[in-house]
């Protein structure tokens, strides 16, 4: 789910296909931009929307990266770069008046995630 990136201090993490759409997951992520991890989690933590455990198991695995593969020390790591894209959209239909299909999209999303030490 990471990726190593040129700098040695940045570190890199990727969640593709996430069910949550693009809009709702943006909101969540505004609350951890720019942030110290230990804030950011704890943000997370207590954020009663849908896609705040999926970002929070993101950062948790960055953080384990980072300390495991680039010896960075953990109370220093600041959020640098968060990111959410739209992945692809599952198209369904539902029956609709008259015999009609109605279209309901059940969009995804892709989250990257960047922590640097400060």
Do not use: W, Y
Not at 6 to 12: A, L
Not at 49 to 76: F, Q
């Amino acid at each position: 789910m990471a990726t190593t990136t040129q700098d040695p201090r940045r570190v890199t993490a990727r969640l593709s296909h996430a069910r949550v759409t693009p809009r709702k997951l943006r909101s969540v992520v505004e609350l951890i931009r720019g942030k110290p991890v230990e804030i950011a989690l704890n943000n997370l933590r207590f954020c009663q929307r849908h896609g705040a455990p999926l970002v929070s198991k993101l950062l948790r695995s960055a953080v384990a990266n980072a300390e495991a593969n680039h010896d960075l020390d953990v109370d220093r790591l600041v959020v640098a770069e968060v990111r959410v894209d739209g992945g692809p959209t599952l198209k369904r239909f539902h029956s609709g008046p008259m015999g009609r299909g109605m279209r309901i999209l059940k969009r995804t999303s892709h989250v990257s995630v960047v922590l640097t030490e400060k």
